[in-house]
Structure formats: C-alpha cells, structure tokens
C-alpha cells in the first residue's frame, strides 16, 4: 500500500460544477495535511493546510479530513477553467520533517 | 519580496559532470529541502535540512549531495554518479521542520535538468 494514495484522473468536471478530490494515507499518526495546485511545468503552490477532522472552508476551496478512515478530500466550488492543473496531497509521513505526496490527481474543468 | 529563489531555470548538462543546483530563500526559514520530479509522478524527497550545518538523507539522496552553510541557502549538486539526473528539481521551505502548524511547505519556481 502506497503511503498517500490518489487517483490520477483525469478528472474531467464542467465549468460551475463542483470538482471532489481524494486522498487517501496510511500513517495513522499524521498531524497535517495539505493540498497543492500545480499548473503543467510550473511548481507546486499551496492551496490549503488542514490540521483537524471536519472541513475547512477557504473561498471556493474545502478541505475534508477523516482522520478515523484516514482520508482527506479537497472540493471546489463554481470550477473554472483555470482551476484545471494537477492536485497533490501531502502528508507528513514516518520521521518528522518528511512529506509524502501523491502523485496528483489531474483536474480538467471544461467550458 | 519574500519567497524561494532557484538557479538556473533550465539546465544542461552532459554525461559524467556534476551540476549545482542553487536554491536560496529569504523567508527566515529554518527547515529546507529538496524534491524531484519526474514526468507523471508525485514529489520524491532528496536531502533535507532543519538547521544550519545539518542535512539528512530522504528516500532518493544516492548521487546527489548538499550543504547548508547559511541559513538562506541550500544548494543541491547532482554528482555524475546520479544514473538518470534529467528531472524537475524543486526546492522547499518551512518555518520549522516537522512542527504542527509551523511546517508547511512552501517552493521555488524549480529548475529543469537535462542531461545530454
């Protein structure tokens, strides 16, 4: 079992609609977790932390932690075209200090 | 601005030379890393750093190596001993290593290698 699993899409969404991302992880001990936007040959850029279960709203972006199924989730609302790039999850995975990504799940929002 | 700052953007290099890469930051950062990434693929952590003087070995450090004489820099040398070095190499920072709430990542604009 890969310690932070996604799919790889692509996930193909119209424009308006809401785009669900998933990530699954398998240490049981990971405190943080976050999500990255990467756009095609550029690097990542952060999109949202989240450190408790529930969701964590952040304009049209929500973050979604079950830490007892051990799955986190990233919604966006009203998606756009230029919301269409590679979504990473990363978890805090063994020693302290190192973060796991997935390997991206690829978001096309079509007009 | 503040921010993570790499060099070159695109590199070339042939077959059996050493490249360096430079990553600098002036965010105030105690913790600094390096990732590859390959076509298609998520982010492999190389070295990391949590303090100045200090570097430890994440998954993929065979071939590569740094060092961490100041805070604001962290420069990564892809040795010829690296068997496939053509990449997309990011750097990272956070405000401290592996601490809740204090250690999210953040990254540079990346350097392209390709070796000839």
């Known amino acids: 079992q890969k310690e932070v699993e996604q799919n790889s899409g692509p996930l193909s969404v119209p424009e308006g609609a809401i785009a669900s991302l998933n990530c699954t992880y398998s240490d049981r001990g990971s405190q943080s977790f976050f999500w990255y936007r990467q756009y095609s040959g550029k690097s990542p850029e952060l999109i949202m932390s989240i450190y408790s279960n529930g969701d964590k709203e952040d304009g049209r972006f929500t973050a979604q932690l079950n830490k007892a199924s051990q799955y986190v989730s990233l919604l966006i609302r009203d998606s756009q075209p230029s919301d269409s790039a590679t979504y990473l999850c990363a978890v805090p995975t063994g020693t302290a200090s190192k973060l796991t990504f997935g390997t991206g799940t690829r978001l096309q929002v079509t007009l | 601005d503040g921010g993570i700052t790499q060099s070159p953007k695109y590199l070339f290099r042939k077959e059996g030379q050493n490249v360096t890469l430079s990553c600098e930051q002036n965010l105030n950062h105690d913790a600094m890393y390096w990732y590859r990434q390959d076509p298609g693929q998520g982010l492999r952590l190389i070295y990391y750093?949590?303090?100045?003087?200090?570097?430890q070995k994440g998954d993929i450090a065979e071939g590569y190596s740094v060092s961490r004489e100041k805070k604001e820099s962290f420069p990564l040398t892809v040795t010829s001993a690296q068997k496939n070095p053509t990449a997309f190499y990011l750097c990272?920072?956070?405000?401290?290593?592996?601490?809740?709430?204090?250690?999210?990542?953040?990254f540079g604009p990346g350097t392209r290698l390709t070796v000839l």
């Open positions: 750093s949590q303090i100045v003087n200090d570097f």
């Open positions: 990272a920072s956070s405000i401290v290593a592996g601490s809740y709430h204090t250690d999210t990542q953040y």
